[in-house]
């Protein structure tokens, strides 16, 4: 068992994110890294994925389900909190068996915790909390369940009940819109406990110097009918779970020789990434994972330009429930397109769980008025429909799997070809151009001819020409490819983001922050500082020459690279994964190296926008975690993978030594060794 993460010293400012940077998931349920007592306002969290309510006309979210895991101790009537008196010593941790651990000492006791969602049920939730006394104590412990829920835009249950039968606490609730949902904890103590109330058992017992109370609780959360998990199973259950993410880590392992740091802050990524897998359901993986209710809880191209390659390399049988999500949700997409009057599938922009569209049409707020700003992003950022048919070609590609074309993926890719036919405006050119979009550069709103989208969705037409068995499709597709409009390089080798992009303003990233009025003002859209600039959010030709490097050639994307790398305030945390790729890929290691070890350290660190106008967006940032293996294993690898067979170009920073990278090919683990030179070796190291 090797340290993942660990913190020392106790901060009140840092609890939001300590939350985040400690979560414990299993891709069905999310535990943020809190105390024991904690609570709503230190916004404790059991998020539940892919169950969404709404409340009233505020926005839907998913639920958070309430919190087993209050302890509240007192040690001769004195509380004993952090929040209470100072700790002598404070460390929190995570540990590669995905567990979080928790020591504090007190003047007068020893507080230590263990806490992982299990991976070998992902309905548990599991804890085990220790007290130690350093003298003779009149102790009281009282444990159970939080009702008070943290919520951002709740409450979620209308109906809540709670009850207690033996050491056993249940709730029994039903949302808004109906949903019913289970939740039986177990508290298992040598000591007797008494009931208090309906959400609570006390714990009441003189101690002896060196004494110590264990108490352990099971927590199991149904989305179907009440189930109590059976009591004293704790150990077992805990052991089952770790061993479990274990063999998960075993597949995604990559070790970097030379560089312990690095190495370190990739580990934490994959763990960050892993943890949001689910094996069992066809729900997908939002934009803030399980670490909360931001940004709805919703699912955006993050899953398939990032999340997707990830787990499509170390365990495939998750990246097919992420495509298999857009299947499940291809009539939502549908019926969006045929809403703003389009024929085909325009996917949701922020998709739940039936894949309507849930972007309100006011993402941000201006901070200083809190008056809302109107953007455009779920009607105008039509890269998604190309986004989801890439990651289909790629699955197929890398695993070699082409059933899922006849589980409804032939009919996704068919669907997003002809919206884009459906969308795209016959200019006077002759040629088909895609107008009035927003590409990954969200600050410049509503422009025409983004490079990105009209690349990306040139490769859908294509998709879906080789994959339909519609001839009359077929056809009308070769005859817009024959006069779809792509946006070439210029004398200079630089291909323009969108139509007028050039003529825009010189600026520097630092003369437009100097220049807000408010540090969390929104740079986009109508009135942002960046709009009438080139300054631009995050990777957005960049990221074209990521995805489609067989697209362009070593001098294009040098080229580039050059011209946009000053005009990028990477801000959005999806940036900086896709210069490391890029930058690797033309030899600019030393800056490729930079930007990866960016994206990796970006939830150890807590560098990210916390607000985009006056509207919170912390959390998780599970694409910016899956950005950092891409950053190696497609940057300084070269790596490309068909049919479970690799082949590298490496251009490896001169930190690193050589890499050792394990990857899953049809039922078996394997494990490269790769070098500037190459591949040294390759040996199978599990086999399923």
């Known amino acids: 068992m090797k340290t993942l993460l660990t913190k020392k010293g106790w901060n009140q400012n840092d609890i939001i994110q300590d939350g985040n940077s400690f979560l414990v998931a299993n891709g069905h349920l999310g535990y943020r890294g809190t105390l024991e ?99 003779r104590l009149a102790i009281t412990v009282l444990m159970g369940m939080d009702p008070e829920i943290a919520e951002l835009a ?42 208090v109330g309906k959400t609570r058992l006390k714990l009441s017992k003189i101690v002896e110097k ?11 959360i149904s989305e179907t009918e009440p189930f109590d998990p059976v009591a004293n199973r704790f150990e077992e259950s805990l052991q089952a779970s770790r061993l479990a993410f274990e063999k998960k880590l075993a597949a995604a392992d990559i070790g970097l020789r030379g560089d312990a740091a690095a190495e370190a802050d990739l580990r ?31 699912v955006f191209w993050d899953t398939e330009i990032f999340l997707l390659p990830f787990f499509t390399l170390v365990d495939p049988r998750v990246a097919r429930n992420l495509i298999l999500y857009r299947v499940k949700t291809l009539s939502g997409a549908m019926a969006k397109a045929e809403g703003l009057g389009y024929k085909g599938a325009f996917y949701a922009w922020e998709s739940q769980d039936d894949g309507s569209e849930q972007c309100s049409k006011y ?59 459906s969308r795209a405006e016959l200019g006077e050119d002759g040629l088909y151009h895609l107008n009035d979009v927003i590409g990954p550069d969200e600050y410049h709103e509503g422009v025409d001819d983004n490079a990105f989208t009209a690349y990306m969705a040139e490769e859908t037409l294509r998709f879906a020409l080789n994959r339909t068995n519609d001839e009359d499709l077929r056809q009308e597709i070769a005859r817009y490819l024959d006069h779809w409009y792509l946006p070439k390089p210029n004398a200079d080798g630089v291909i323009e983001q969108f139509k007028g992009y050039f003529a825009k303003k010189d600026s520097t990233i630092e003369e437009l922050r100097s220049s807000l009025h408010h540090p969390n003002e929104y740079w986009g859209g109508e009135n942002g500082v960046a709009t009438p600039t080139k300054i631009i959010k995050q990777a957005d030709v960049i990221a ?42 033309i030899g600019k290691t030393k800056e490729a190296y930079e930007h990866f070890r960016k994206t990796a350290s970006i939830d150890i660190r807590g560098a990210s926008k916390q607000f985009a106008g006056g509207v919170y967006i912390g ?70």
């Open 268 to 298: 934490y990524s994959i763990y960050q990434s892993l943890i949001l897998g689910d094996r069992e359901r066809t729900r997908c993986i939002s934009g803030r994972g399980l670490s909360g209710q931001t940004y709805k809880g919703a």
């Open 619 to 688: 959390g998780t940032h599970p694409a910016a975690n899956a950005g950092t293996v891409l950053a190696v294993t497609q940057g300084f690898l070269g790596l490309q993978m068909h049919g479970g067979e690799i082949t590298v170009d490496p251009k490896i920073p001169k930190q690193i030594k050589s890499i050792r990278l394990r990857y899953v090919a049809g039922n078996s683990i394997k494990e490269a060794t790769i070098d500037r030179d190459g591949i040294k070796t390759i040996k199978e190291v599990a086999h399923d």
């Open 363 to 421: 993402n941000v707020t201006d901070p200083e008025t809190g008056e809302p700003v109107r953007t455009y992003f779920g009607e105008k950022q039509i890269h998604i429909s190309a986004d989801i048919p890439y990651a289909i070609e790629k699955y197929i590609e890398q695993t070699g799997d082409k059933s899922i074309l006849d589980e409804g993926a032939r009919e996704v890719i068919e669907e997003c070809a002809r919206f884009f036919m």
């Open 210 to 220: 060196g004494e110590i109370l264990t108490i352990s609780v099971t927590s199991l």
């Open 154 to 195: 709740g409450p979620h249950f209308k109906s809540a009940e709670y009850s207690i039968q033996d050491n056993r606490i249940r709730f029994a609730g039903e949302t808004n819109e109906g949903k019913k949902l289970f939740e039986s904890a177990v508290y298992e103590c040598a000591e007797n406990l008494e009931s």
């Open 544 to 585: 074209l020459m990521a995805l489609l490097p067989h697209r362009f050639s070593i001098e294009t994307q040098m080229a580039n690279y050059e011209y946009y790398a000053p005009q990028t305030e990477h801000g959005s945390s999806l940036s900086d994964s896709m210069y490391a790729i890029v930058g690797a890929r």
């Open 37 to 135: 007592e904690y609570g709503a306002d230190q916004l404790v969290g059991l998020n539940l994925g892919g169950v969404y309510d709404r409340s009233g006309n505020q926005w839907r979210e998913p639920i958070v389900m309430p919190n087993p895991f209050l302890l509240l101790v007192e040690a001769d009537g004195k509380p004993i909190q952090v929040f209470k008196e100072k700790a002598r010593h404070h460390e929190i941790s995570l540990t590669d068996d995905g567990v979080f651990h928790r020591r504090t000492e007190f003047k007068d006791i020893m507080i230590e915790s263990e806490r992982t969602a299990s991976h070998a049920d992902d309905r548990l939730v599991l804890e085990r909390f220790r007290l130690i006394a350093k003298k």
